[in-house]
């Protein structure tokens, strides 16, 4: 009976979420039935409880010096510059802000993301005139960042006053 009893407390623990367990740190920017959108705040040195992930894209807004820690006590740490884009698997992990600053970034869960990530190649390149739309990967201001089946991330820079070309975007949405 206590063994069960034990379990029974356990496995909410197991299943606990980022904005349950670290609401000081993660806030909720957008969730539909896909996606979920946090910001993520470390002070100088704070640290994250153990908590399970989807599959998610992270976006450094500033740069970082941090520690993840896995279920089984080991570590990894890593130095992300801002703009840093990284693809991670679902797991369960606790994280630490090793810097003397503060850290930001941006997460984007794949609610539906079930499957491992897999490479995607880049669309061939062809040429095209001005009257018809040209792929993404042609247009001079969009840069791919990261790819994969599940998600695509682009940088866009514009000067003000400044348009880009023509070009389709395929899967913009969001919802």
């Known amino acids: 009976m206590r ?7 356990a496995a909410p623990l197991l299943a606990q979420e980022p904005v349950a367990v670290n609401s000081k ?3 909720v920017e957008f969730e539909n039935d896909r996606i979920r959108v946090l910001r993520v705040h470390y002070g100088p ?4 409880d153990m908590e399970g992930h989807p599959a998610k894209i992270i976006v450094a807004l500033t740069g970082s010096y941090i520690r993840m820690t ?9 130095r992300p510059e801002p703009g840093t884009v990284t693809w991670t698997e ?9 810097s003397n600053g503060p850290m930001e970034d941006i997460e984007v869960e794949l609610k539906r993301a ?7 190649s880049p ?10 739309p040209m792929p993404t990967s042609l247009e001079p201001h969009h840069h791919l960042r990261y790819e994969n089946q599940f998600v695509r ?14 070009h389709t975007i395929r899967l913009m949405s969001c919802t």
């Not at 040195?45 to 994250?48: D, F, I, L, Q």
């Not at 896995?70 to 890593?78: A, I, M, N, Q």
């Open 153 to 166: 991330v682009l940088e866009v820079t514009l000067e003000p006053g400044e348009s880009s070309l023509f």
């Open 70 to 78: 896995l279920p089984d006590g080991t570590s990894r740490e890593s």
């Open 3 to 9: 063994v069960l009893l034990a379990l029974a407390f």
């Open 25 to 27: 740190v993660v806030k």
């Open 114 to 120: 079930k499957a491992p990530a897999v490479a995607v």
């Open 90 to 98: 679902p797991e369960r992990y606790a994280v630490q802000n090793l």
């Open 123 to 132: 669309a061939p390149s062809h040429s095209t005139t001005l009257r018809e």
């Open 45 to 48: 040195h704070e640290k994250r």
